[in-house]
């Protein structure tokens, strides 16, 4: 039977090697198998630039090429790592997909994305979000020195828990309206989405007809896996290796 694989939200870091060797174990035994790999936004708990050539972002871009070699590998850019480039894409076998893509899957219109613009609420982070990928933001970052980007993002991780503690949990999920209004834009009855850690298959309505929207779940205690085939969708868990 033919399917393809979700992931989003692993936020990995050499720090989490229990993330990274539930990712690797995937990559090796599973991903192989499928007829595709998409993977929309936040692989990296945070990306300062291609040029940042690390033991253990090396080690990740050969996994993925490894997979990349029987499967195809698709990325969609996160809040989190929207400063990966094609440097490190093509490193790791990927190829980078817009941030809002339609895909054929299995017959069925989908539309794909990493799922923060959703979130219309939290209105602070859209500011953020527009500035960050605008033209020339990204530029004046990648060409600061790695040592002052490195700063710069271990003070935005701090100040991105601080003010997620402050916020309702409507804020940080998406908008309903917002959804209706993509999937009608793109003319879409199912939409796969992350950012939001709420692993979940919704039914909606679209311009009064039935629709799905499908939320990934993160990497954080567990291993989380959208497998959709032309019979089934079904969201998968894989347990983390028990420590010694």
């Known amino acids: 039977?033919?399917?393809?694989?979700?992931?989003?939200?692993l936020h990995l870091s050499d720090?989490?090697?229990?993330?990274?060797?539930?990712l690797l174990t995937f990559?090796?035994?599973?991903?192989?198998?499928?007829?595709?790999?998409?993977?929309?936004?936040?692989?990296?708990?945070?990306?300062?630039?291609?040029?940042?050539?690390?033991?253990?972002?090396?080690?990740?871009?050969?996994?993925?090429k490894q997979v990349s070699l029987h499967t195809p590998v698709y990325f969609i850019h996160g809040n989190?790592?929207?400063a990966i480039r094609k440097g490190w894409a093509t490193k790791a076998g990927?190829?980078?997909?817009?941030e809002q893509e339609v895909i054929s899957l299995y017959g069925t219109p989908t539309l794909i994305t990493h799922g923060d613009e959703l979130c219309t609420k939290d209105v602070a982070y859209q500011k953020f979000r527009k500035k960050s990928r605008g033209w020339w933001w990204p530029r004046l970052m990648l060409a600061l020195p790695l040592w002052y980007r490195r700063r710069v993002a271990e003070n935005g991780r701090k100040k991105s828990k601080l003010n997620q503690q402050g916020l309702r949990p409507d804020i940080m999920d998406v908008t309903p309206e917002e959804v209706e209004r993509v999937m009608a834009k793109?003319?879409?009855?199912?939409?796969?989405?992350g950012h939001t850690h709420r692993p979940?298959?919704?039914?909606?309505?679209?311009?009064?007809?039935?629709?799905?929207?499908?939320?990934?779940?993160?990497?954080y205690d567990q291993g989380s896996i959208l497998k959709v085939s032309a019979q089934s969708i079904t969201l998968e868990r894989r347990d983390f290796a028990k420590r010694n």
């Open 80 to 82: 989190r790592d929207f």
């Open 27 to 64: 990559l090796q035994r599973d991903a192989p198998q499928a007829e595709a790999l998409y993977v929309l936004g936040d692989l990296f708990e945070v990306w300062i630039g291609d040029d940042n050539v690390t033991p253990f972002n090396e080690q990740i871009a050969a996994a993925f």
């Open 15 to 22: 720090d989490r090697p229990d993330i990274t060797a539930c």
């Open 186 to 193: 793109y003319q879409v009855k199912q939409l796969i989405h």
């Open 1 to 9: 039977m033919s399917f393809t694989y979700f992931i989003a939200d």
């Open 94 to 98: 990927m190829t980078l997909l817009n």
């Open 200 to 219: 979940n298959i919704h039914t909606l309505n679209v311009n009064g007809e039935p629709a799905t929207r499908i939320v990934l779940g993160d990497w």
